[in-house]
């Protein structure tokens, strides 16, 4: 009976040209009957095709997949030796259809169906921007991003590859900012095994062919990262080929277009994927602004999820206003440093910002990794308390010299066991999200009004502070439950009693008592205010002009 | 003889129905021969004309003027009693021609030709941006605005007006921002005798017609500030009609839009005209982004010469990356309070930016005016180093109630002397503009790289300072001319002997005799340092990605 039932199975596929799955390992398929792949996993049509001529430029495909009440059209790629694939993300759970379109006729018009099925514990979707300021994953669960930079880890080999996913799975990064094509910086030591186009370095590139297992590496990474439940935020373009080598940031438009396609037929099943036009896009001296204004309106368009799109800045910082950019991928280490200057960029764009490079903690001669790890740690406390985000590297050579900002593999900082400890504040935060409470004058407190409120003092190392929290939200007589926390000794010690507030003046609520919280006179000291009862009736507002 | 070249001059008006002149007495008119203007003053042709119906609704009347290289299209505008005026400013002196158009057989195909004379002294032409970041008048003059705001200075008859200019011609300012529509504040004890439309207070208007005597008058102070060397901000609409008496912020889309186009055909010609869409735009509850976006364009469009256009914030600030936005003014004291702040402003929009409202010097219960003078001050010197602008107002009721910000009239606040001495120091500051040197950390060192420094401590009151700048322009050996500025006290104390700098490390100078500048320990403190000679060879320069 099996054997008449895999010989079927068999005859389905010649006859229909196709076969259909799950790649990898980590997805789930079901062998009998129809197959089932999880909501938010990625579905995966082969089809045998042609391989003459260049496939990679002269094939079109693409399938509709579509539920019955959504049709969501997506391209496929050729994966070298006769294979074609097409992916797709099920965006909701039910029973979905396709149909593949080509301009070849052994791709045209295959078609099949299968069955999504509710994502399980830990699966929450991609990641979509929410509450104008702040993230959340498809299902709605809080997305709070604590990201590192490893420029070159996925070009290094797989022994160095498996200890930088040792280190990650034991870190506390949610994000990893990563380079698709391959950067100068190390490859002395560490020369990549796999080139992203067809040909051998130094220039003998055929530019027009990919070369698949590049990219299936790749890919194998950024799923990897997902299951570590860590955002890829793939860089597309960078400056990083120093001596102009192999001239990857040098390719004609049609060229570059054709490359962003191919990352969004490979890569945007996959739920963790970010796109990251460009790191230090104003260093890249081949593309124009109207280069990045054309790729982001394409990646805009093409990627059928909407995946999460950004340009990083050198010195000089693109214009974050642009409808395609997301979210905003910020290098100022300046401005990271205080809460009171972060706010200010996300009062200009109205969009997250994520100071993806604020500097990294570092021994370097170069001044942008010189951070002490209590300076990387004050980083994040202080974008958090801005209602924006941080990001980490290190540049910290080991004996071998390698460098986590280049080839991950370990960290050696002193902020990384500091920011697990301000990841669990902050993921204990409410869901909304920590913003401003008020940027009239200098901010030192973020939170939610009326029921949570982080207050940071940064470098400063005050041994008292009076009690006083701006009005929105609050009521007379309204208590909360207070702690110290003490970022870089990682303790957090609640005060014996509550706090309990009563308005004073036009703009502030005051503590009853009137005694001050005494601190340690430490720099990096936070208090957490929570609210421990809510008197009925609504909190304080002020004025809309005031 | 002369009385026969009157009656012929008579009888060519006659003719012609129309008569050419500048308007009010400032400007300038030959009365014999052709007319002469200078460039940049106002010319204007007046036609008699329909006065049935609604001539503001439904007479068109444009005219064409060129100097054989250039033509430019003006509107007129119906000045009540069957008078039309149609104004221009000549850009560049020469013979110019006009001939109108209209949709009225009176107005139509009238012409007549002028001499525009080369600009006198004093006069500069109107501001555009420069550099970037920084502003000039048409003829290459830099203009570095040091401005104040008086809402309804022009709306509070003669002798208060009267006091007014002559308290504008004894201060620093070089620009005001200036309500066109009145504001309610103020009007219980100084009611407005003139108002935009026709019809009486506070609601029997007729929306269609506006009231020219009104307008005259605005165009007046408008002429008067002209004649002082300031700059009229002029703020189309503002949140100020408190109780919603009057309705000029509710106005439809037409009539609004017939609004811009009247002040444009009116007061275009005014060289020292710059177009405020509005005051704390985010307060006016009955406009949506996209009015706003209109209005911008339509200004855009419309004014023949370009004025400078912006949109000032309340808390929301708008998108200041619009094209039709020509400079940024923002309101945001807690930014402008630090150069380290300001400067992110500049960087987010590559556009001038004007902290129009920082807030104000003053004793009110409202903590927007409780600055004191010294805070005043800080906020000038700090977004200077910034390079971006101070915005002044203040909040010191007099003992008739009269406030600065409302009604004009005195200053009576402690910044204003010590903005004319800031305004000196500036006026002498490179024509360039001045400029962040370096931003990568706390930003104190603002000017034009290897030639100009001004380093400010701002709140600080430091004792010493080890002199240590940026390397961008520095040669080996190079001499400055070293002052400390009490920008309290406005003293000027140059140091015994110059400071010579020699580089050291990858990215600074340093003073070669490796001793300290010795400071006064007040707050407030900036240190000037001016090149007294360059050794030859280029000036050091850091790495682009550095």
Chains 1, 2 share one sequence.
Not at 217 to 237: F, K, N, P, S
Not at 365 to 385: S, Y
Not at 407 to 433: N, W
Request: with cysteine.
């Amino acid at each position: 009976m099996r054997r008449w039932q895999g010989l079927l199975a068999w005859l389905m596929a010649v006859c229909m040209g196709a076969s259909a799955q799950a790649p990898g390992a980590p997805t789930r398929v079901e062998q009998r009957g129809e197959q089932r792949v999880e909501q938010w996993d990625v579905f995966e049509v082969q089809l045998p095709g042609p391989s003459e001529g260049n496939p990679f430029a002269e094939v079109q495909l693409s399938a509709r997949f579509s539920d019955g009440t959504q049709t969501i059209e997506v391209d496929g790629f050729y994966d070298g030796d006769g294979t074609y694939r097409v992916r797709f993300m099920p965006p909701r759970p039910g029973r979905w259809t396709w149909v593949s379109q080509s301009n070849r006729w052994p791709l045209t018009n295959k078609q099949g169906a299968f069955t999504a099925t509710p994502a399980r514990a830990g699966n929450h979707g991609p990641v979509g921007v929410r509450n104008t300021h702040h993230f959340a994953y498809a299902d709605g669960t809080p997305y709070k991003p604590v990201g590192t930079t490893m420029y070159s880890w996925a070009h290094r080999g797989e022994a160095l590859e498996a200890q930088t996913l040792q280190t990650l799975a034991a870190s506390p990064f949610n994000k990893v900012r990563m380079l698709v094509f391959p950067q100068t910086a190390g490859t002395d030591r560490h020369p990549p095994e796999l080139w992203p186009f067809a040909g051998t370095p130094p220039r003998n590139w055929d530019t027009h062919r990919f070369n698949p297992a590049f990219f299936r590496h790749l890919e194998q990474r950024v799923r990897q990262l997902r299951d570590l439940g860590i955002q890829a935020d793939l860089i597309l373009h960078h400056p990083y080929d120093d001596k102009r080598e192999w001239g990857f940031d040098s390719l004609p438009r049609e060229l570059d277009d054709r490359y962003a396609r191919y990352l969004v037929a490979r890569l945007a099943a996959y739920r963790n994927v970010w796109w990251s036009l460009a790191n230090e896009f104003d260093f890249i001296r081949t593309k124009t602004d109207a280069d990045w204004e054309h790729l982001g309106e394409l990646l805009q368009r093409t990627d059928p999820y909407g995946h999460l799109r950004s340009i990083h800045n050198g010195k000089r910082i693109f214009d974050q206003s642009r409808p395609w950019i997301t979210h905003v991928s910020m290098q100022h280490g300046m401005a990271a440093a205080e809460a009171s200057r972060a706010v200010l960029f996300r009062e200009a764009w109205r969009k997250p910002v994520v100071f993806d490079e604020l500097k990294y903690e570092g021994r370097h001669d170069r001044r942008w990794a010189q951070l002490t790890g209590a300076q990387m740690v004050n980083a994040f406390w202080a974008t958090t308390i801005a209602g924006t985000y941080g990001g980490h590297s290190e540049f910290i050579p080991d004996a071998d010299g390698l460098i986590w900002l280049a080839q991950g593999v370990k960290l050696r900082g002193d902020s990384p066991a500091r920011l697990a400890f301000f990841k669990a504040v902050i993921d204990a935060a409410p869901a909304e999200g920590i913003d401003p409470i008020d940027t009239f004058e200098d901010l030192f407190i973020a939170g939610q009004p009326g029921r949570y409120y982080l207050v940071y003092f940064g470098t400063q190392a005050p041994t008292a502070w009076l009690p006083r929290l701006y009005l929105t939200g609050l009521r007379d007589g309204q208590r909360f439950k207070a702690e110290i926390i003490d970022t870089w000794a990682m303790t957090i010690t609640p005060l014996a009693a509550p706090l309990q507030f009563k308005p004073e003046g036009r703009y502030h609520f005051v503590e009853r008592s009137g005694q001050a919280v005494k601190l340690p006179g430490r720099p990096g000291i936070a208090l957490r205010l929570t609210a421990v009862d809510t008197p009925a009736g609504p909190g304080a507002q002020p004025a809309h002009d005031d």
